[in-house]
């Protein structure tokens, strides 16, 4: 059991994550969350190459701040989930169907291929993925515009 006060995160010079815990330096190790999309804040699993478990870290803000912060690095740069804050326009009410949206990282436009894709998640939240299988999340799909709304209430 690694008290989670003993662990270091560094990357090698091959850029790779390291963990270095009681057992030893682990190489290569990944960051997994638990639940990326209910807690995305929540508890994290550190995978090896070999695809087992090396940590689990249940509390990742409990981690000594230098190994928060690689943590949160190296999860942003594997995470890609924009959020779409308001659909401008549909190609068409059936599908496929290519959306023109805005996200948090800027105007994008997806394709639709069936209503199925479109998957309620907590709440009002939903997760949208196109042809290319990227996942974009709604947050809050009450908080929409009213065209917004409009436009996504065709689909589900």
């Given amino acids: 059991m690694n008290d989670i006060l003993d662990i270091r995160l560094t990357r090698d010079a091959h850029g790779r994550l390291v963990l270095h815990d009681a057992e030893g330096d682990h190489v290569g190790v990944q960051p997994v969350r638990a639940f990326p999309l209910t807690d995305a804040d929540g508890p994290v699993s550190l995978v090896g190459p070999d695809g087992r478990e090396q940590l689990w870290i249940d509390l990742p803000e409990a981690l000594p701040a230098a190994a928060r912060a690689i943590l949160a690095e190296e999860l942003a740069r594997r995470e890609f989930a924009p959020v779409i804050q308001r659909l401008v326009e549909v190609s068409t009410f059936s599908t496929p169907s290519t959306w023109t949206v805005v996200t948090d990282r800027g105007p994008a436009s997806l394709v639709l291929k069936g209503e199925e894709d479109i998957r309620r998640l907590g709440g009002s939240a939903l ?27 065709r689909f589900l």
């Fill in 127 to 153: 997760l949208v993925t196109d042809s290319h299988g990227i996942g974009y999340r709604i947050a809050d799909a009450k908080a929409l515009d009213r065209k917004s709304k409009r436009l996504l209430e």
